[in-house]
């Protein structure tokens, strides 16, 4: 079955350490999403990519980075510099007007 | 600027029906989305719309109205699983990409 694949469900990173959340699909979907989800804040947008080797800036890309090598992949490095990077991240592909996204089912992602 | 307004609670009794508003503001629109989201879970598409009007779709139905930068979502017949939290995003014109409201926390009680 065709999906949006994260991995892993949880995630425990110490403090100055970087940490990558990958994001996989087999949906053919060009274009391909990061969010961050706080309580109380709804969804904000991290990077975007539309194609493959390209990917742009969302609304709070500080202390995050992304690649696209790949069409099926867009895997997110939490740096350091990320101040608050406690958070459950979400992924998400699109490749339709009409039905917006399709959801991974996100990593919660704690700092200890 | 951009801005998406929606109430942070609301508390309904199964069997009833509940209205949950939408308003926004955005640079550019391309459609209006509607998602379901469970506590820790991803959300899921409830509904889509980007003509003005109401569209139905079971016990859900949506409306837009694009001048008046409003939308509302409707539920018929609560169940206990309807409780869940609701999120309403805009698509903008640059890259497709959605923007979110910080979403409803609906509670269906007995």
């Known amino acids: 079955d065709g999906g949006i694949t994260q991995s892993p469900k949880y995630l425990f990173r110490k403090e100055g350490q970087n940490v990558t959340l990958s994001c996989e699909q087999n949906?053919?979907?060009?274009?391909m999403y990061w969010y961050r989800q706080d309580p109380g804040q709804g969804l904000r947008l991290i990077y975007y990519?539309?194609?493959?080797?390209?990917?742009q800036k969302g609304d709070i890309a500080e202390g995050y980075s992304v690649s696209r090598e790949k069409k099926e992949s867009f895997p997110l490095t939490v740096t350091s510099a990320q101040k608050n990077p406690t958070a459950f991240y979400l992924c998400?592909?699109?490749?339709?007007?009409?039905?917006?996204?399709?959801f991974g089912s996100g990593t919660r992602l704690t700092v200890v | 600027g951009q801005n998406i307004d929606q109430p942070t609670e609301m508390t309904a009794t199964e069997g009833a029906i509940v209205q949950i508003n939408c308003t926004y503001q955005?640079?550019?629109?391309?459609?209006l989305f509607w998602y379901q989201q469970h506590a820790g879970e991803a959300p899921t598409f409830l509904s889509y719309?980007?003509?003005?009007g109401l569209e139905e779709k079971g016990r859900f139905s949506s409306f837009l109205s694009r001048s008046k930068g409003y939308s509302y979502l409707l539920l018929k017949e609560l169940q206990m699983k309807d409780s869940a939290s609701y999120l309403c995003?805009?698509?903008?014109?640059?890259?497709?990409?959605?923007?979110f409201g910080q979403g409803t926390e609906l509670s269906v009680k007995p």
């Open positions: 998400a592909s699109s490749n339709s007007t009409r039905y917006g996204y399709t």
């Open positions: 949906l053919n979907h060009d274009a």
């Open positions: 990519s539309q194609i493959v080797n390209d990917f």
């Open positions: 955005t640079s550019g629109f391309n459609g």
């Open positions: 719309n980007v003509l003005d």
């Open positions: 995003a805009v698509r903008s014109n640059q890259g497709g990409k959605l923007i």
